[in-house]
């Protein structure tokens, strides 16, 4: 079958085109954070530079990058525990219950999904402000805390279970919130991973937010610590790109061992 | 059948479903709700942060028409959305396509190509910031075809077409993954039935994949038009929005004109209009779900 012969070597032709263009800038991140700042635009990608890991070592005395590292971690834990707690919540309620206000309920759910944070960021930024929160962990975390599209994903997961597990266990005599904590949720605990994977993603990438609500160098999380150090040293490339490989390995680690989960997060934000 | 209209345990249970809705539902209130109103009502005012807010009624949005700045802004992210979307889904689809013709490696290259859409995006934005540098490899790349370097990011002509570039780089295996699923949902059996009616290539894809693939297509279409619209770090970090505003998108006009120039009615009537777009393109978003779960 020459057609099909032919669809193949033009389907291998695409995948090793967009690998080729995938990674070169990935590779040209790498070398340049291993070169000297006159090497970066005179040597080829794949030749070895001689910094070594000099630019590391100097980006890190000039800028606390493990302390907003830590930060970053730190906000998006909260965004996931969040997230999961209020989705979990939320979710259930949607996909089990029957009550008058719960098509209310939903209405408000899917509006709040067409809201964008770059849309309220300055009446967040006045309220925020108002309880005394500008400059805080609290403010940094909490008002893009919870990932409303969690309720979706928990609801899809418990729609399809059958309700005679819940009843089984009301019979029983357990209560609705152990109902919820140890008998329905083990029983999604993938869709419980998903849910955090996606959320710690989103919250690690988060950018507007920090900025606009924090001003303090100890509160910066990653992303502002990146980019300020950038806007500040911007001729040291070897050191900019050093930053940038150092914020693209917990990413990258984290991707490589949950990758499963990314794709399904990605497809369930997607394809509600 | 759902559990509040079981005979066993009735209104007391429904109850428990309320309170189970009800964090979530606060937390939605506070956090985007109430914003969403507030930002209408400081819309219709002047405000600086400093004194008390005056009242000024449709000031705001009466001047935007003749606003050079919201204008020329509205072009820049009208632009940006649409030079970025249109060849990013190009782009995704096939490499989606691609990777339903591959068996035995697809898990292997689906992860390795899905990279740039979980790289962090300030890195992403720092990365090709240097590659766009006067001296960067994108001036090799540019180098085959035209005679001269280009000045990528000091030019109001190439700075917007550096961004929309770094784009494409960034977005386009997102959509890959989505269509990717698309793809795979499409049942075995419609293309059976297209090999026994002696259907060729092109009338597969003309008369089978596209139908089957037309609600994740819209989906992905409106997804790709939202996050355009939503665009900020890659602008903010890479331009500023310069040069002579060439990449101002209006993420970023709202920014400076709220966080730098204090002017927060007339931000705000930006962010208005920005939620404006958003949300009509949502609805539409909304529509076709409701189309799919019929």
Redesign the interface.
């Known amino acids: 079958m020459p057609k099909s012969l032919l669809r193949k070597f033009f389907a291998y032709g695409v995948i090793a085109i967009a690998l080729v263009l995938t990674f070169y800038p990935v590779a040209w991140m790498l070398s340049a954070s291993l070169k000297e700042s006159g090497e970066i635009f005179t040597t080829p990608v794949f030749s070895s530079g001689s910094a070594g890991l000099g630019n590391y070592v100097s980006a890190f005395a000039e800028y606390p990058f493990f302390l907003y590292l830590l930060n970053s971690v730190f906000a998006s834990l909260v965004s996931v525990l969040v997230t999961v707690l209020l989705g979990a919540l939320a979710g259930y309620s949607f996909a089990k219950f029957r009550y008058g206000l719960s098509t209310v309920f939903w209405i408000v759910v899917l509006v709040s999904l067409m809201i964008p944070l770059e849309a309220v960021v300055i009446p967040l930024f006045l309220e925020v402000h108002s309880f005394g929160w500008t400059n805080t962990y609290a403010g940094l975390v909490l008002p893009t805390a919870f990932n409303v599209v969690g309720i979706f994903i928990f609801r899809q997961a418990f729609v399809a279970l059958p309700d005679d597990y819940i009843d089984a266990a009301r019979v029983d005599g357990a209560g609705e919130l152990r109902i919820l904590f140890s008998v329905i949720l083990p029983m999604v605990l993938p869709t419980v991973v998903v849910v955090s994977v996606l959320t710690f993603n989103l919250n690690w990438n988060s950018y507007l937010w920090p900025l606009v609500v924090t001003s303090d160098d100890g509160l910066r999380t990653l992303p502002l610590g990146m980019a300020a150090f950038q806007a500040g040293y911007n001729t040291q490339y070897g050191e900019v790109m050093a930053v940038s490989v150092f914020g693209t390995l917990p990413t990258a680690v984290f991707f490589l061992a949950l990758q499963r989960y990314f794709v399904e997060g990605t497809i369930s934000t997607g394809v509600k | 059948?759902?559990?509040?209209?079981?005979k066993?345990?009735g209104d007391r249970?429904?109850?428990?479903?309320?309170l189970?809705?009800l964090?979530?539902?606060g937390?939605?209130?506070l956090?985007?709700?109430?914003?969403?109103l507030?930002?209408v009502y400081?819309s219709l005012h002047d405000y600086d942060l400093l004194s008390e807010p005056v009242f000024v009624g449709f000031k705001h949005f009466a001047a935007l028409p003749r606003d050079h700045a919201f204008v020329n802004s509205l072009w820049v992210t009208i632009a940006y959305v649409f030079y970025t979307v249109v060849p990013v889904l190009l782009m995704s689809f096939?490499?989606a396509?691609?990777?339903t013709?591959?068996s035995k490696s697809r898990g292997l290259?689906?992860?390795?190509?899905?990279?740039?859409?979980?790289?962090?995006?300030?890195?992403v934005?720092?990365?090709?910031?240097?590659?766009f540098?006067f001296?960067?490899?994108m001036n090799d790349v540019a180098g085959l075809v035209l005679d001269n370097p280009v000045p990528w990011l000091n030019s109001s002509t190439y700075a917007p077409i550096a961004l929309v570039v770094m784009s494409w780089?960034h977005a386009a295996?997102?959509y890959m993954?989505?269509f990717l699923?698309?793809f795979l949902a499409i049942p075995k059996d419609f293309y059976e039935a297209a090999e026994i009616d002696g259907a060729r290539?092109w009338q597969v894809l003309r008369y089978i994949t596209l139908p089957a693939m037309k609600p994740?297509i819209a989906?992905?279409v409106v997804?790709a038009t939202?996050n355009g619209?939503?665009t900020?770090?890659f602008q903010?970090?890479v331009t500023n929005g310069g040069p002579a505003d060439s990449t101002q998108i209006l993420?970023l006009l709202?920014?400076k004109t709220?966080?730098s120039y204090l002017d927060?009615g007339r931000?705000?009537a930006y962010?208005?209009v920005?939620?404006g777009g958003?949300?009509a393109i949502?609805?539409v978003q909304?529509w076709f779900?409701r189309d799919r779960n019929a």
Not at chain 2, 1 to 6: E, K
Not at chain 2, 125 to 131: D, E, G
């Open positions: 059948m759902r559990i509040g209209n079981s066993l345990f249970i429904a109850l428990w479903g309320i189970f809705a964090p979530g539902l937390y939605i209130l956090f985007q709700l109430y914003p969403i507030f930002s400081i096939v490499m396509w691609a990777l013709q591959v290259f689906r992860t390795l190509l899905f990279i740039p859409s979980v790289m962090p995006i300030v890195s934005a720092l990365v090709w910031k240097l590659m540098n001296n960067g490899p780089w295996s997102y993954i989505i699923a698309g290539g994740t989906l992905a997804l939202v619209l939503k900020f770090a903010q970090i993420t709202i920014y709220s966080f927060m931000a705000s962010s208005v920005l939620f958003i949300l949502s609805l909304l779900l």
